[in-house]
């Protein structure tokens, strides 16, 4: 497993950008796909992106296309995700994720249940 830390988060307003980071520790980072999930009290965990090992593929939450982007690093064992354009209801707390190695396909990195290594977790706040 990798151990995962995200940083980035902030107070911002409404259409503002955020660059979240997610520095991983472990074992061959570059095997793992990747997602980043946010939650709100009183909610499910939702995903808002993916991607795979190698930055072959990318996968967003429908409602993020086009503002949102994953990318990755794996000489800095790093992954990101860069926010334009925030909205005050995309307030969270956002958290990376690492699914078991090997994992690439679309369905199971959606699925916040088929990930098992987590971050701590970083606030993002939008303000209208």
């Known amino acids: 497993q990798v151990q995962l830390v995200e940083s980035g988060g902030g107070s911002v307003q409404a259409g503002d950008s955020l660059r979240l980071s997610c520095a991983a520790s472990?074992?061959?980072?570059?095997?793992?796909?990747m997602g980043w999930f946010r939650q709100v009290p009183g909610k499910d965990r939702e995903f808002v992106a993916a991607i795979t090992n190698g930055g072959e593929s990318k996968h967003y939450r429908e409602s993020v296309k086009g503002r949102f982007t994953i990318s990755r690093d794996n000489a800095k064992n790093t992954v990101y995700l860069q926010m334009d354009s925030l909205k005050p209801e995309e307030t969270a707390v956002y958290h990376c994720?690492?699914?078991?190695?090997?994992?690439?396909?679309?369905?199971?990195?959606?699925?916040?249940?088929?990930?098992?290594?987590w971050g701590q977790g970083t606030q993002v706040t939008v303000s209208a």
């Open positions: 994720a690492a699914p078991p190695m090997g994992t690439i396909h679309r369905v199971a990195l959606l699925n916040w249940k088929m990930y098992t290594s």
């Open positions: 472990g074992p061959a980072f570059s095997r793992y796909s």
